[in-house]
């Protein structure tokens, strides 16, 4: 018989310690998962600052970082906003929330869950 199974007299293969070589690795990859989230949450961290520098510098309207760091595609936020998509995509051009009308800009901010005043700095 081979020797990782047993020896040739049928006695079972002896285990030391407290778990089998299957409980360790099945810990393994529920390891490496979590090590995949933190990467993947820093990297998104590291990505939504660089969005509020654009938007800071005026690259990206703010109402587009926050609809970013929310996670909505613009679809989603018009549906929050009861607007269309096309209305989303024009408010969110640079320096043109402040071309839109109060009530427009309310729905928008309350979408985000953020203040007028934010969306406008």
């Known amino acids: 018989m081979n020797g990782n199974y047993g020896s040739a007299s049928g006695e079972s293969p002896k285990l030391t310690g407290a778990s089998s070589p299957h409980e360790e690795t099945a810990a393994a990859p529920a390891k490496l998962v979590v090590l995949r989230i933190r990467r993947r949450?820093?990297?998104?961290?590291?990505?939504?600052?660089?969005?509020?520098?654009a938007a800071e510098r005026g690259?990206?309207?703010?109402?587009?970082?926050?609809?970013?760091?929310?996670?909505?595609?613009?679809?989603q936020l018009a549906a929050r906003a009861k607007m269309t998509q096309s209305a989303v995509a024009r408010a969110e051009k640079p320096r043109?929330?402040?071309?839109?009308?109060?009530?427009?800009?309310?729905?928008?901010?309350?979408?985000?869950?953020v203040r007028v005043d934010d969306l406008l700095r």
């Open 59 to 75: 690259k990206i309207s703010f109402l587009k970082y926050y609809r970013l760091a929310k996670g909505m595609d613009q679809q």
């Open 41 to 53: 949450e820093q990297v998104k961290a590291g990505i939504l600052k660089e969005y509020f520098r």
């Open 96 to 113: 043109q929330l402040q071309n839109m009308k109060g009530f427009s800009l309310k729905k928008l901010a309350a979408a985000v869950g």
